[in-house]
């Protein structure tokens, strides 16, 4: 489509040129899905605002970019650019914080570990951003954390579920996390890309660990307890694995039999609305199976990989031969052959030794 020079306009911090629709276009689509940082040129993606310690360069660029968003987006996107640049900016204050029980922002006091909300007046740890609890008193937060996995795992799989939330292993921003959705999760800060089960980043063609790599695309390395695994195994196999290591999978919260038909999985999920594709929070509502304690097939796969990650269970005995050998193919070890006369269990065997002493996890 020809389009008069008169209806052009310049992109911001380089030479490229593009029509007022189409940079409305393309500018909408990107406030409303990606992170303020990927506002960049369509055309040769500059700036690089992720290697900008101080922030300068950004103050900059979005200063003038705002003037240019003003033309061609609508009101409505453009407010909220602008509360996304609030937040960019705001985040970089070394002592701001977003509360953790109402999310309001505000700057803390210097100095103090246990802050509060000046909103909810609720206490939360300025370190970890978790609520704050009298026995994290006196515990570094990595002691905390383990505290409370030791003495609450159990108590409510549901409850735990629903309150899950997930940090950026790059930036250490956390947000609540949908629940039995896509694993790959972008992080909207820092635009890291990264698995929601075990945190491996996400690469593309440039990963190096095997040959195969170039033709996966973007990928992930995960480990094999990740739910990126688990969720295609048999739950079974999962549930007495875990049963031959001593760890106990049940669930107290079981379906009634008095109304079957209407009872239905409780987890409190972050679903869409299509609108305005808003977080709306809701109940999963899927049929629930009565051996998972009231859970859904996919939630309770969720708390079996809890189980797996916790208590650092290997499920590589539930492998076959075949997917054993994928095993060691996509992580670039060399294959194994069943040799002449050796019987199939053997085989296996030499496999799974080989792939838990090459690569444990």
Known sequence: MQVSAQKLINMVGCSHRTCEQCAAKYFTNKIKSCSILE????????????????????????????ILLKRVVTEEVHELFQSKLRDFTLEREPRFRWCAHC??????????????????????????????DCQHSGLTCKQYNKWKQEHHYNKSVGAILHRSSIECPKCSHKFSLDKGGCMHFTCLHCNHQFCSGCKKPFLG???????LCKNKGLHAHHPRN?????????????????????????????????CPQTFRCSVIEQKSVSSADIGADAICGKPPIREYGGLCRTHYLEHIAMLYQKHKIDPAPMLTDRK??????????????????????QYWWRLLCEVQTKLPL
């Open 39 to 66: 506002l960049t040129c369509p055309f040769c993606a500059e700036p690089n605002l992720e290697n900008d310690p101080n922030g300068e360069k950004a103050v900059t660029y979005f200063s003038d970019l705002d």
């Open 103 to 132: 999310s309001y922002g505000f700057i803390a006091e210097a100095s103090s570990r246990v802050i509060q909300c000046p909103s909810c007046q609720q206490r939360m740890c300025f370190i970890c951003r978790e609520q704050w």
């Open 205 to 211: 063609v440039n990963c190096q660990v095997s040959s």
């Open 226 to 258: 990740c739910l990126f695994y688990l969720r295609d195994m048999e739950v079974e196999g999962l549930q007495k694995l875990l049963a031959r290591h001593g760890i106990n999978y049940n669930i107290d919260n079981q379906v009634g039999s008095s």
């Open 324 to 345: 054993l050998e994928a095993v060691l193919a996509r992580e670039n070890i060399p294959a194994l052959h069943r040799m002449s006369g050796e019987g199939k269990p």
